[in-house]
C-alpha cells in the first residue's frame, strides 16, 4: 500500500479535471503595486501531464518557467515533494520500488537515486521525508497490520535499518524534520495522541509526549522552539512551548480562539510572536480557509479579508479565481495564494496571489500551470 500523497496533490489532481473543461479568454494578469518590493519566489506545479518550475522575481515583474518533467524525468503522478534546506526531492513510485530526484534551487544540480527503496512485500509505506544524509520512511510491519515503524535509509551506502514505535495503532500522520529531529505525530489503537521525537544524530528516539485524548498541532518557531497547540474543549486554544534541546516546557499560554488545526504539523510559522496560519472556515463558506495572524502577546487573532480580495482581482482582471491552498512565506513575510482558473485565459490554468499581512495584495500571476508548492 502506498499513500503518501498529500491533500493538495489530490486537490490539484481533481481540479486539472475540470480545468480540462473549460476555456475563455481574458487581459493579463499583472497586478502593479506602488511600491515595488524585491520579491524572489520559486513556484512547484503542474498540469495535466506534467510538472513545472517558476522563478518569480518582482522588480522586472517577470517570471521563467522550467519543464521539471523532462529535466528531471519525473511525471506529475509523483508520490511526494519535500523541501530540506533549498532543496527539492520529489518521491515517485514505479515497479515495487521508491525513486527520490533531488534538485539544488540554488546551484541548479541534480542528483538522482532510482529504485532507492524497494517495497516489500511485508511492509507498507505510508509516507517519506529527508534530510541531507537519510530518508526517513514511515510504514506498517507486517502487511496488513498498523504496527508503527521507522526506517531510516542512508544516502552513503543505500542501507538502512528499523525502528519500532507503536503496535496497532489508528492513525499516522505527516511528519516534520527540524535541525536534526523528526517529528512523528499518530493515533494510538487505544484513542490517545502521541509525539515522538527521533533524533538522527542520536539514531534514537530521544523524546515521547503522550497528550491522552487532546489533539497535538505543532511547528517550530523562530527561536528554534517546539510550539504545540490544542483544544481544551470549551472553545480555547492551549499553547505550549519546549525547547529543543532537551523538551523541558518553557510557557504555557490559552486563547479564546476555537481553531480547528489538524493533528500533526501546523501549515504555518511562528515569527516574532506571531502565528501566521490558515484560519479554517466554518461552512458552507466561500472559501475554505484563508490566511490569518494570531498574536501570541495580546491574544488578538486577525483573519485576512481574502474573499473581497480575490471578488476584486476578478473583476478586474477579468477571471473567476477557485484557491487552492494558502502557505505563509516567512522570508518575505507575505501570505502566498494558490489558485486555479474557472475560465482558462489561453493556456494559463492557474496561478498565484502575494499577500500582505495587513490584507492588501501585493502579486498576483497567471501561469500555464496550478501551483503546489511555494519556496522562498
Sequence with gaps: MISVITGYKRLIVLVLFIATL????????????????DINITIIGEDAQEVYQYDYESV?????????????????????????????????????????????????????FPNFYTISAERSLIWGINDGNSV??????????????????????MQGFDISLEFGIARLYEPLYDNGNLFITYLT????YKLVVYNADANAVVKTFEFGKEKPSFLIT???????????????????MFDT???????????????PFEAGPINGAIVKEKLYYQYVYTQPFEIENGPAVLDLTSG??????????????????????????GQYLSGINLFAISYALQNAVGEEIGGFLLVSIDGNLVTQRNLKFLPTHFVD
Excluded: H, W
Design 60 to 112: 522586472n515583474n517577470e517570471g521563467t518557467q522550467i519543464n521539471l518533467s523532462s529535466q528531471l524525468g519525473i511525471n506529475n503522478n509523483y508520490l511526494t515533494l519535500r523541501e530540506f534546506e533549498g532543496s527539492l526531492s520529489f518521491y515517485s513510485f514505479s515497479n515495487s520500488a521508491i525513486s527520490l530526484t533531488q534538485k539544488n534551487l540554488a546551484t541548479g544540480s541534480i542528483t538522482s
Design 189 to 192: 489503537g487505544g484513542g490517545s
Design 22 to 37: 473549460l476555456f475563455s479568454c481574458s487581459k493579463d494578469d499583472v497586478q502593479e503595486t506602488e511600491n515595488i518590493l
Design 136 to 157: 526517513y520512511f514511515g510504514l506498517y510491519k507486517p502487511l496488513g497490520s498498523t504496527n508503527l515503524e521507522l526506517r531510516i535509509v542512508s544516502f552513503a551506502d
Design 300 to 325: 488578538d487573532n486577525t483573519i485576512l479579508d481574502i474573499v473581497n480580495l480575490m471578488n476584486k482581482v476578478n473583476d478586474d482582471e477579468g477571471i473567476i479565481i477557485r484557491p487552492l491552498f
Design 245 to 259: 534541546l532537551n523538551f523541558l516546557s518553557i510557557s504555557n499560554s490559552v486563547f479564546s480562539m476555537a481553531q
Design 222 to 240: 523562530d527561536m528554534g522552539n517546539l510550539a504545540v497547540f490544542m483544544q481544551d474543549g470549551n472553545g480555547n486554544t492551549n499553547l505550549e
